[in-house]
């Protein structure tokens, strides 16, 4: 079975500076990996996802966010945050042999100004 | 194009009563997911359709909940009777191919509250 935690519930940072969602996950066979958001009121978007190959992924709005297999972690990263970025983030995966999404119980950032 | 569509958007209802939630999926997705977040836990899939088979239910809590897709298009989940810990927010995505890395595109999900 597979399990998906996020470190963090909650992450304030101030406008403009680096921040990093951190997850990790557990699976006895190989996954894929994604980052979802959702803003206020509305559904959850992708961001990025990882599915084999460099294990560094460069999503929208700037995202960006490594699979490290020694560690199971694939950590969201943002080198410049923007007021906007205020939304709950969810790291899931998917194992290679299914179709079932498991998430994580999400991140919530608060972007300040 | 628009976007996986779902109603109600909110629904309260007391312990013991029905709820039809219903879900409109990006048209030509034959992937179609429900999935439930109870008070701010994880996402927990539920179950996924290809057109209208049900591929796997195997997240689906209890009898009391009933997915259908007829016809392939949009999907109805009925919560019979309704139970206090049935409230949450339910998610509903659809995707275009039979591949598991398609994109899934998500509703707005409906808020259920039951009293």
């Known amino acids: ?113 | 194009e628009a976007g996986v569509t779902q109603f109600p958007s909110h629904s309260v209802i007391e312990k013991g009563q029905t709820v039809t939630l219903r879900c409109d999926p990006i048209s030509g997705h034959d992937n179609l997911y429900w999935y439930r977040r109870v008070m701010g836990k994880e996402i927990k899939f539920l179950l996924h359709f290809v057109k209208e088979s049900k591929q796997d239910e195997s997240g689906m809590p209890n009898n009391r909940f009933l997915a259908e897709r007829t016809g392939g298009t949009y999907s109805t989940l009925k919560v019979q009777p309704a139970e206090l810990e049935d409230s949450g927010v339910y998610f509903c995505a659809s995707s275009q191919a039979q591949i598991r890395t398609d994109t899934q595109y998500f509703g707005p999900g409906t808020r259920l509250t039951v009293l």
């Open chain 1, 1 to 113: 079975a597979q399990s998906v935690t996020q470190l963090d519930s909650q992450v304030p940072v101030f406008e403009e500076a680096p921040v990093e969602l951190r997850c990790n996950y557990s699976s006895s066979v190989s996954v894929y990996l994604f980052w979802y958001v959702q803003y206020p009121n509305q559904g959850l978007q992708l961001l990025l996802k990882y599915l084999s190959g460099s294990t560094l992924v460069k999503g929208i709005n700037g995202f960006e966010a490594e699979f490290n297999k020694s560690q199971t972690s694939f950590h969201l990263r943002k080198p410049s945050v923007h007021i906007s970025d205020t939304a709950e983030y969810f790291c899931a995966v998917i194992n290679t042999g299914g179709f079932k999404t498991i998430f994580g119980a999400g991140t919530r950032l608060f972007v300040k100004a």
